[in-house]
């Protein structure tokens, strides 16, 4: 199937949930760019929590997280923190902010908690054109695989970790590609770097 091909299912058959890094990678943006259209109240941000209350009031599963709550987790500056504490959410079919009142602390989560509703995602690449330009090139056989790579990278990210450094992680999907490419043609490390440093800034922070 070709990339152009791909790309038009995924419009069409959107996933339930995207996360953050998924997103800066399908629209090419940079992260902050995510993290601004979420500021903005362009995309709805959502995290599953454990039950808490909230006075009187019990709330558990799916909820929505206002970023500006976590900015602490996306700082344009200096390292990120790796966690945040969240202390007031409002139910995922959308409602007034409530404030957790036990445990008195909050929750803590993680930047890859934070998921936008494929839904809202949609909505967003329909607002502003987003992915049609790969309409244009349907008969363009991609000279690699990259969309296949991303999904190994997922993969191999969520189960053994970031690598250490960016440029171990160049050699991985170099490696990868080694062993996939059907022409035998591997992209140059430099491409490969461009190609992924996005990801790598997003993951790297607060390392």
């Given at each position: ?74 700082r344009r500056v200096g390292p990120s923190e790796r966690v945040a504490c969240l202390r007031r959410i409002a139910p995922y079919e959308g ?113």
């Amino acid at each position: 199937m070709k990339f152009a091909e791909r790309r038009g299912l995924m419009t069409a058959t959107p996933s339930a949930f995207y996360s953050f890094t998924e997103l800066a990678i399908r629209w090419e943006y940079a992260p902050s760019k995510v993290v601004d259209a979420a500021i903005l109240g362009q995309l709805r941000v959502v995290t599953g929590i454990p039950p808490v209350d909230c006075d009187r009031q019990r709330i558990g599963g799916l909820v929505q997280v206002n970023i500006a709550d976590v900015l602490v987790m996306f700082r344009r500056v200096g390292p990120s923190e790796r966690v945040a504490c969240l202390r007031r959410i409002a139910p995922y079919e959308g409602g007034d902010w409530i404030y957790i009142t036990d445990p008195t602390e909050g929750i803590q989560i993680c930047s890859s908690d934070l998921l936008v509703p494929g839904q809202d995602v949609q909505r967003y690449e329909d607002e502003r054109g987003l992915l049609r330009r790969s309409a244009h090139s349907a008969g363009a056989t991609p000279r690699y695989d990259w969309d296949a790579m991303y999904a190994w990278l997922f993969k191999r990210i969520n189960d053994y970790g970031v690598p250490e450094s960016q440029a171990a992680l160049v050699g991985e999907v170099q490696d990868w590609f080694v062993r996939n490419s059907r022409s035998g043609k591997v992209p140059e490390d430099s491409t490969i770097r461009k190609r992924i440093l996005m990801i790598w800034r997003l993951l790297s922070r607060g390392r």
